[in-house]
């Protein structure tokens, strides 16, 4: 911040002090104006923004106090230095608890001066830096690539404006691929909590003792291969949200400790037995029906009341086709640009595809779809050429993610190529038969 | 046209030599011949018996009254402890693109701050004031460039780590306002 780009005024009744303040300023190369009391001061208010105003107390009208009080009740950011003839410990108290910066008795020391400013045009561009960093993050923060105008994905962002300002713990149940953590991130960049992180955790990706530590953190020296300590998810979240994917692919005992810090807001890190307080807000999501797996026993009934306090559930794509042209074109513009690609359009046969396909990999799927054919297509316009499908063979077969899913597919196809020939299948899949048997009858299988 | 020249005013002020030293020292800083002129100033008419010191914006009104024609700047000096309202004290003061500027010697002096007296250095910082003054009065604001003439002085310790000349962008515009 360079002196012409601040702006000082200054307002006193006293004509010699507001001329020999003027001087001293105008000599550093500040923009400088005076007023010769509160109401004129108002006026140089509406004709432009102020960073620094000199005040004297006894003016006659609105005082110093009651018009620095108007200031801060405007913008908070301005620096207001009280000046004043007649020091008095009530009235420095008072005008400092109204949100001034410095408060200083007639005849200043020069050099006392030229550091009171300083200091405070170092305390506005802090101020100043605060703001912009603060919009960078609400831009950063926006909820980008949820796009859509289907009823179902309007409800979905109706909830998501009313959800966002309550600190309520919320379950995202939808396909892979749907933007759930997308969702997630949206409530939690119009929350209050917006300005600490949001801190994503995939329960499927970890085994139970890598998530333990990935959550909980642990002291140097908790086990084997910790050698140093490491600050865990839960510690990383206080004050804003951990967001749990693939809720439903915790362990019991991962549930029973996650139930006990969700009720405490207290857990240890590993190899410690200090007690660390947390505040957070949870969000989590699964693409499995946890119902089920709670009347199966296989998720705590507890649990599962604590965490689906408001459930926010995202439409697959196939349910929603009249998103599709305008996904496919937000990404197309997206991928178009940061690839400096001169691509127009998708051609009408394209979007034709695009609108008859089943879309099992939902939205990240038509992502990659339009990214993939970006890259390919060396015309003006996406053609079906461009366009490649990887579940297009068996389109109506929709496969989840989940290794279970996979499983429990692969053995059914196994086990009809063989015609049910279980020594056959049992083979080819290289386990044992009796193996095979509890598969088939855990995955419920049959001919 | 008449040629212009930079008159030097005592005000109860009576060191001839120093005086002779600022005219030779100024005359070169910017290219402008500067000379020794008397004019009454009433001091007391100054004076803030409440502070004890003299009020130096009253002062360089009486300096800049009727100037003579061929005047480029007027520089008054004197040995008197100055202030203007808003600050405890100030080495001098000047009109920003005006013509007349004032500077005293009386916080210059080492003894002031219980010191030997120093004629050498008296001289160094005075000439660094009144150029520093006369700067202002071309349209200069306080340089940030180190150890130019036009940094901001606060304390004496301040003027005697800044050099006597003006950086090379503050040379500049004097050359081009004198012109």
Known sequence: MNNNDVNILIVDDEFSVRDSLFKWFKTDGFNVDTAENAEAALQKFKEKSWDIVLLDIKMPGMDGIEFNRHIQSVDQNIIVIIITAYASVDTAVQAIKDGAFEYVSKPIDPDNLTHMIRNAIEKRLLAKENIQLRQKIEDLTSADDIVGTSPQLRKVFKMVASVAKTDSTVMIRGESGTGKELIARAIHSNSTRRYAPIISLNCGAFTETLLESELFGHEKGAFTGADRLRIGKLERANNGTIFFDEIGNISMKMQMDLLRVLDTKHFSRLGSEKSIEVDFRVISATNRDLESAVNEGHFREDLYFRLNVVTIDIPPLRDRKEDIPLLARYFFNKYTQSMTKDIKDISPEAMEMLLNYGWPGNVRELRNVIERAIVVCENKKISPADLSFPFRAGSKQQYGDSLEELEKNHIERILNRTGWHISQASETLKIDRTTLYNKIKKYNLSK | ?179
């Open chain 2, 1 to 179: 046209m008449i040629d212009k020249r930079i008159y030097v005013v005592p005000i109860e002020f009576y060191d001839l030599s120093l005086l002779d030293s600022l005219c030779f020292y100024l005359s070169n800083a910017f290219g402008i011949p500067a000379y020794i002129e008397n004019k009454p100033i009433n001091i007391n008419r100054v004076f803030d018996p409440l502070r004890n010191q003299y009020n130096s914006s009253y002062l360089l009104k009486q300096l800049i009254n009727k100037p003579p024609k061929d005047a480029a700047r007027i520089l008054g000096v004197c040995n008197l402890d100055l202030f203007i309202p808003i600050l405890t004290f100030v080495f001098g003061e000047a009109q920003l693109e005006g013509i007349g500027a004032i500077v005293s010697t009386y916080r210059l002096k080492n003894e002031f701050y219980g010191g030997q007296s120093d004629s050498h250095a008296l001289m160094e910082r005075l000439l660094k004031e009144a150029t520093h003054e006369l700067g202002h009065t071309y349209g200069l604001y306080h340089c940030h460039n180190s150890g130019c003439v036009m940094t901001s002085s606060t304390y004496v310790e301040d003027i005697d780590e800044k050099s006597v000349l003006f950086c090379r962008e503050c040379e500049e515009v004097v050359k081009s306002r004198v012109q």
